[in-house]
């Protein structure tokens, strides 16, 4: 569990309550700000995806709250965090741990009180200097899985700057995967910020053969300390980070508003509509949910029958195809990845990689990812849905660029197979 160090002294909640007028229900952001004030709990905004990792300060709980998972969650405990007086008079710094986290402006003039503004609409206003936030560390845990990865490979946590640079601070924090299925937890310390990056080397189990792999692989991840006490590794994880570096460096975008995106924008590539998942380092291969299956179906899709250096190149091509646009537009891997998914259905072998994820024990069920596999090669090829009324047809694969492919496919009972 962490510990946030962001709760106000007394003198804070003073201002607050003296910056605006106490009649209106929410106050103004700055444009580049990231944190809000509400007069109540009944004045919060809805928490939903679009404001995932925002922070409101609640003048009538003297509380920070953050959204995550849809809820308004309180953050800090303990009076850690002051006051400093702007030399102009316009306000006050809130600093926390030495880490300037936000300003709030008096108003119009340096104005306080019910007359308090900011110039443009009568509103006192906060203004978040960084998204740094100091953190103690007192421990994370999570699994680390391509399949997972052996006992005694090790994960390391390295501190971020803030949350709009995303750069590596100084501090890491190191520890080892304790057993088979790939758990770690890691202690620390203080952290300049919320914000850390995870890395994992190591060997790790096929989901394809179910044997461990003949080499180590490394997967990378990103979370948010405020939201997240434990954190999982997975290939998701690892696609993302070049992508969400882009969007908050050079696009602007904050962390958690990147994260989402770029989520998105890896299950789009695999025709796979991600509304209502959770964050990429929640998902477990071995999990129940829609996520998981949709997580265990893109593993083995990139897995194939290839060797850990073939996945290697192929996950390094997809993450920097993917970090400027947000688009996998390398055909030619989409026919490969289409092809083998299309011979893995039909010849029957998606029930032997279940089998073999079961066999690991992992969890007392394997997500059904089996119709994600099936849509991707189906979506690729053009295929339209199997019924009652194209039943007998036969087709030719419709993959743009493959007129010599001579594959032919029938629709049967309720399902294509090679005619």
Known sequence: MQKIALSLVCGIVTLLVACGDTNETTNNILEDGTLDLVVDLDSLPECTTDNEGAYVWVKSENELRVCSEEEWTIIGSGASCSTEALQDGSGMKIVCNGDSIGVVLNGKDGSDGKNGANGKDLKDTAAADSEAVATSLDSITGYSQKGPFLKGTPVSVRGLENGRTLT???????????????????????????????????????????????????????????????????????????????????????????????????????????????????????????????????????????????????????????????????????????????????????????????????????????????????????????????????????????????DRLICDAGAWRLA
């Open 168 to 406: 590596q601070s100084n501090i890491t924090y190191e520890g080892k995967i304790g057993s088979d299925d790939g758990e770690f937890k890691l202690r620390g310390g203080m952290l300049k910020s919320q914000y850390v990056s995870l890395t994992a080397t190591g060997f790790y189990k096929n989901e394809v053969t179910g044997e461990n792999s003949e080499s180590q692989i490394t997967l990378n991840a990103l979370t948010d300390l405020t939201t997240h006490t434990s954190a999982n590794l997975n290939l998701l994880t690892h696609l993302e980070y070049d992508r969400v570096y882009h969007l908050v460096k050079n696009m602007g975008e904050r962390f958690a508003t990147a994260k989402k995106q770029a989520q998105k924008e890896i299950f789009a590539a695999f025709h796979i509509n991600s509304a209502g998942f959770k964050n990429s380092e929640d998902l477990n291969i071995a999990g129940s949910s829609e996520a998981d299956a949709a997580l265990l179906a893109v593993s083995i899709m990139m897995q194939r029958d290839g060797s850990v250096s073939q996945l290697s190149d192929f996950i390094t091509g997809f993450a920097a195809n993917l970090e400027k646009d947000g688009t996998w537009d390398d055909e030619s891997m989409r026919k490969v990845i289409a092809d083998w998914a299309m011979n893995a259905d039909l010849d029957g072998r998606l029930s032997d990689f279940r089998a073999n994820v079961k066999s690991w024990k992992l969890s007392d069920s394997v997500p059904a990812f089996e119709k994600y596999v099936t849509r991707f090669w189906q979506t690729e090829f053009k295929l339209d849905g199997c019924t009652e009324a194209n039943d007998g047809v036969v087709v030719a694969k419709g993959v743009p660029n493959n007129d010599d492919d001579k």
